[in-house]
């Protein structure tokens, strides 16, 4: 079954920093991109960036950039998204997503960060 | 950037009805659209890509048309399980993959 298995939640304080990862399964996960996506409580869907993992080439969306970071490791078949410096507004919940030509196929079950004081 | 807008925000509808959500494009995207369901505390679900192109095992009562900036989703006959929130995603123009702000479909 081809899948992208996620890390449980997590409850952060402002100003800690976290990784949070995405672990895919039943296909060649150097051969598709995997993007993260945020959703912020009862709002929509906001792409973040993606990666390619067969090289670690990345893209992130304006909003993000410099705030978050993508990795991957391609040994493990892992993604990861990271930040130095959480904030509380970094509260959501956020998925991992696997592209297929350009859509997204198969998606994580998502993370949840709460990040409180 | 593609701005990609959703009409309408939300909807409510009886089991049976036929649905239909619009999505527009800032800009034309040569059917560069997907479909995602997101049923609550899941993750979104594709269900059709290049616009009309059905996503391997979901009901063939989904269906998508349009061309363009203009684009629509319907849903035949609408099931109890079909009551959700649904996005629009273009991919024509990336980076960013941008999606539509989301319908909610309601039970009347």
């Known amino acids: 079954e081809v899948q992208l298995v996620q890390s449980g939640a997590e409850v952060k304080k402002p100003g800690e920093s976290l990784r949070i990862s995405c672990k895919g399964s039943g296909y060649s996960f150097t051969s598709y991109w995997i993007s993260w996506v945020r959703q912020m409580p009862g709002k929509g869907l906001e792409w973040m960036g993606r990666?390619?993992?067969?090289?670690?080439?990345?893209n992130y969306s304006p909003s993000f950039q410099g705030h978050v970071t993508i990795s991957a490791d391609k040994s493990i078949s892992t993604a990861y998204l990271q930040w130095s410096s959480l904030k509380a507004s970094d509260t959501a919940m956020y998925y991992c997503?696997?592209?297929?030509?350009?859509?997204?196929?198969?998606w994580g079950q998502g993370t949840m960060v709460t990040v409180s004081s | 950037d593609i701005q990609m807008t959703q009409s309408p925000s939300s909807l409510s509808a009886s089991v049976g009805d036929r649905v239909t959500i619009t999505c527009r494009a800032s800009?034309?995207?040569?059917?560069?659209l997907a479909w995602y369901q997101q049923k609550p505390g899941k993750a979104p679900k594709l269900l059709l890509y290049?616009?009309?192109r059905l996503e391997s095992g979901v009901p063939s009562r989904f269906s998508g048309s349009g061309s363009g900036t203009d684009y629509t989703l319907t849903i035949s006959s609408l099931q109890p399980e079909d009551f959700a929130t649904y996005y629009c995603q273009q991919y024509y123009s990336t980076p960013p993959w941008t999606f539509g702000q989301g319908t909610k479909v309601e039970i009347k």
């Open positions: 997503a696997r592209h297929q030509g350009g859509a997204f196929d198969i």
């Open positions: 290049a616009a009309s």
């Open positions: 990666i390619d993992p067969s090289d670690s080439y990345t």
């Open positions: 800009q034309g995207i040569s059917n560069s």
